[in-house]
Structures are given as structure tokens and as C-alpha cells.
């Protein structure tokens, strides 16, 4: 299976802190995305890194990405409730596929 | 507002129904698939449509049947669902060239099946 993991499953965290989630993945990737869940706006992409880039940032996000070690971070800096969803890290299958592959998820809890 | 929407939000039905979901795009992509997502399960990927044809058919049971046609619209036609199938089935869109990797959800529908 491509399916990459985040880490943690769940994160719970005071509005204003930081919070950072990591994804490994196990194929050699085009790019990689993380998107956002919630029961209010669905799943919404959040940034895009590509295999040649180490680290994008977009707003209060923070994506780093370290191919030798298949593993990569999202950082939300200054966090606020509204944050309160699940994330996921993407994978594209390659060239030629349109297939993206979800891992599990991380369901972060921002406290007000 | 993403400019997917699917209708209906929620759906509950028997097993020996009839039904339909539908998704719409207002984006101009050319690129709609199917997703299945299921509690505890990762985002499944069902069906993929390019320019109305369909691309990729990701091992879906045949009770589940797409139909794409046009580039704005994709159905879902759902018969003698098993109880397994209830999950979030989300539609989404993109280019089908150049930025298909950034794919745009609709809100989903809240299947059911008793």
C-alpha cells in the first residue's frame, strides 16, 4: 500500500499554541499535499510541496518535507479553534494517475 | 464554498432501493471522481472521469454505478446496497492535465443503508 501515516492520530492543544503533525509515506513522490477536514467546510487542500522543495509556507501553515527519510510536517503556527479538524498528508500516485492516496489522518483539537 | 456540490447532504435507504447521488462542478475542470469514505477507513478512491470517459474503476461492486454525462455533472447510481456501504461519499474535481493533483471536494453525502 502507498497509504502514508500521520502521527499523532489525535492532538489536543490550547488556541495560540502550535501545533505540528508528521506524515511518513513509503513510495517515492511527485509531490505531496496535505488537505483539511472538518463538519463545516469538508475536505479543503491546504498546500502543495513538490519532491524538489524541503520546506513552503502559506500563511500561519508550515510544510517541510525530507525525501530521504519518505517524512514530512505540517506546523500551524498561532493555532485558533476554527483550526479544530482532522488533517491529511497526500500522496499523487505518479505520472500518468490520478489517484491521490489518503493516509489516516490526524484529528486536531484546538481548545479555546 | 469549494464550487463542488452534491446533493443529496443526507440519504438513508433499504437495501433493496434505488438511488442516486449527484455532484456538480461550477470550476470548468474537466477531471470528477468518487471517493468512499468510510469511519476509521482511509479516503477510497471508487471512480475517476476525464473529458466524460471514465479512467480508473479502483475494484468497485457493480451496485454502485457511475455515470458522467458532462464535464459539470457525475451520478452515482446506487442498487441493492448491503449495510457496509453506509460511509460519506464525497465528489471531487480538478484539471485533467496540468494541477490534477489539487482536487476539489464537495461536501459530501451521508449515506445510510438499513
Known amino acids: 500500500s502507498q497509504q502514508g501515516e500521520e502521527d499523532p492520530q489525535a492532538l489536543s492543544i490550547q488556541e495560540g499554541e502550535n501545533a505540528t503533525m508528521n506524515c511518513s509515506y513509503k513510495t517515492s513522490i511527485n509531490n505531496l499535499q496535505w488537505y483539511r477536514q472538518n463538519s463545516g467546510r469538508g475536505l479543503v487542500h491546504l498546500i502543495l510541496i513538490r519532491s524538489n522543495e524541503r520546506e513552503k509556507h502559506s500563511g500561519r501553515l508550515r510544510v517541510t518535507l525530507d525525501t530521504s527519510k519518505k517524512s514530512s510536517s505540517l506546523l500551524i503556527t498561532a493555532s485558533r479553534a476554527a483550526d479544530t479538524a482532522s488533517y491529511f498528508c497526500v500522496q499523487t500516485s505518479g505520472a500518468g494517475s490520478y489517484q491521490l492516496t489518503f493516509g489516516k489522518g490526524t484529528k486536531l483539537s484546538v481548545i479555546p | 464554498e469549494t464550487g463542488v456540490t452534491q446533493t443529496p447532504r443526507h440519504l438513508v435507504m433499504g437495501m433493496t432501493n434505488k438511488k442516486s447521488l449527484k455532484c456538480e462542478q461550477h470550476l470548468g475542470h474537466n477531471a470528477m471522481y468518487w471517493y468512499k469514505q468510510s469511519a476509521k477507513k482511509p479516503l477510497e478512491l471508487m471512480f475517476v472521469y476525464s473529458l466524460e470517459e471514465r479512467v480508473e474503476n479502483n475494484s468497485v461492486p457493480s451496485r454502485f454505478s457511475p455515470e458522467c454525462p458532462n464535464s459539470s455533472h457525475l451520478f452515482l447510481h446506487l442498487h441493492t446496497l448491503q449495510p457496509e456501504d453506509s460511509a460519506l461519499y464525497l465528489c471531487?474535481?480538478?484539471?485533467?492535465?496540468?494541477?490534477?493533483?489539487?482536487?476539489?471536494f464537495g461536501p459530501g453525502t451521508r449515506l445510510t443503508v438499513l
Open positions: 471531487a474535481s480538478s484539471p485533467r492535465d496540468r494541477g490534477r493533483d489539487t482536487q476539489y
